[in-house]
């Protein structure tokens, strides 16, 4: 039996999808819909989804990274290295991690490296690999590489993660709490699932690194037409939308390079924003404006999406003269900012006013055990060697605590692993 994956080149999920099949064992044909149309049009027919990546599996079509499904189809149809059945466990808690580490992107995987280099049994949990990292197509300004797509830069870290000593599980922590372990010791309980399933993990620190989520539009219709239409990844979708009408929403650095990858990809680009000044720099709208066949709608919201299957129109109002019209556009590519999700730790740690997490200069937050690095903090500057060194220290801190020396500097290079 062939399994199949239909993905795109720069796709984060799907490249966890692929390393997810190999680390079974299961062969499978990699097809890039990017390049093959008919493969695309399969794609789309089969799975009813216009967004990468999908996974064709005996006669299982299933769109997404999803775990507990792959598991399903792959032992329906006895491929793959099969789990050894668990003996049930008096004590599902026994195993207590030095740090629990919450992302595994810039901020977490970087904390995951100096924290198991301290040789402390370190834990990511996260809900994919790279973040915000993995869509972006060229970084020119992170130390050591001139220019290195994020894909490139999160399988290095990954990989330097993993041969650190680290273990990384893709779940999304859902509940942070204090817990009490053997003889009274002060540790933290992450609850994380991954599709229905959910386990409990036990640190004695915890390092916040969960960066940002993309915000979404709220207007009606988007929901339902996520990966039919509506987007949250161009690095991922655009090419999906090949000679086709769609639009960016959005009037920051995102955007007009939303919009600028996407002139090269779809017919006709719109790009829908709620002003007539821009937050993105004066070149990269200057790029975007210079392009033939983008074009720009000011002063204007989205006020909703439709279609049938697939999403066929947005209507968008103009906020100074009321007027209403629609917009046929086969995609929507959604990039009006991002938010941190910080509900889960509101109850342990202060947050400032925008929900992030307030830092001290060494990464700790206002109750002890608990440090934070990377885009979820207060700091302004969001970027990746600032959330990379962030990590650093949030590790390093942890070390200290865990040590019982809160403030003593320790040099990493007096490296205590002897692994190597
Ligand atoms: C389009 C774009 C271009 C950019 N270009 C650059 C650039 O050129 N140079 C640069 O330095 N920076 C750039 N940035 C910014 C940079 O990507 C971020 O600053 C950096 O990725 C932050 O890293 P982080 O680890 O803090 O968080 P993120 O990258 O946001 O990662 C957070 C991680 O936490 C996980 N997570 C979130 N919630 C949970 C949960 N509840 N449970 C488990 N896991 C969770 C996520 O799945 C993710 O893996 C760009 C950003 C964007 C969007």
């Not at 977490?108 to 301290?118: D, F, I, K, Q, S």
């Not at 040789?119 to 197509?137: C, R, W, Y």
């Not at 339902?224 to 509506?230: E, K, S, Y």
């Amino acid at each position: 039996m062939k399994v199949r994956v239909f993905s795109t080149e720069n796709c984060p999920y799907c490249r966890m999808a692929k390393d997810y099949l190999k680390a079974k064992g299961v062969e499978f044909e990699d097809i890039n819909v990017g390049e093959d149309r008919a493969a695309a049009d399969e794609m789309v027919e089969k799975s009813g989804q216009k967004g990468v990546p999908v996974l064709d599996i005996g006669d299982e079509i299933i769109a997404g990274f999803d775990v507990p499904r792959i598991d399903a189809a792959l032992e329906k149809l006895k491929m793959g290295k099969q789990a050894k059945p668990k003996k049930p466990r008096p004590d599902a808690l026994k195993k207590v991690y030095d740090v629990l580490v919450i992302g595994g992107s810039a901020a977490g995987l970087t904390a995951a490296v100096y924290a198991a280099r301290r040789n402390l049994k370190t834990l990511v949990l996260t809900k994919d690999v790279g973040g915000q990292m993995s869509a972006i197509k060229s970084i020119e300004n992170y130390p050591g590489f001139v220019d290195v797509s994020g894909s490139e830069l999160v399988k290095v870290m990954d990989a330097q993660a993993k041969a650190s000593g680290a273990e990384i599980v893709i779940k999304e922590v859902v509940e942070l709490n204090e817990a009490e372990g053997k003889a009274g010791e002060k540790l933290f309980m992450a609850k994380a699932c991954g599709g229905e399933k959910c386990d409990e993990y036990l640190g004695r620190t915890v390092i916040l690194a969960m960066g940002k989520t993309p915000r979404s539009l709220g207007v009606p219709g988007e929901e339902g037409f996520v990966g039919r239409g509506v987007s949250y990844c161009v690095t991922c979708d655009a090419p999906m939308f090949k000679g086709k009408d769609v639009a960016v929403v959005g009037g920051g650095n995102s955007a007009m390079d939303a919009a600028i990858v996407l002139s090269a990809i779809a017919r006709k680009v719109y790009v829908i924003h709620r002003r007539s000044e821009f937050r993105a720099f004066e070149q990269a709208v200057e790029d975007a404006r210079r392009k033939k066949n983008v074009e720009f709608v000011l002063d204007s919201i989205v006020t909703g999406v439709a279609g049938k299957k697939f999403l066929e129109a947005m209507t968008v109002e103009n906020k100074k003269t009321g007027k209403k019209s629609e917009l046929n556009v086969e995609g929507v590519f959604v990039e009006v900012g991002s938010d941190v999700n910080t509900k889960f730790v509101g109850h342990l740690v202060n947050l400032d006013e925008n929900g992030q997490v307030k830092t001290g200069k060494n990464g700790e937050t206002s109750h002890a055990g608990i440090f934070a690095a990377g885009d979820v903090t207060d700091t302004p500057f969001k970027q990746i060697s600032v959330a990379a060194g962030d990590g650093c220290k949030a590790a390093l801190s942890a070390y200290n605590h865990i040590h019982g020396f809160e403030s003593k500097y320790v040099v990493d290079w007096t490296k205590q692993n002897s692994k190597k």
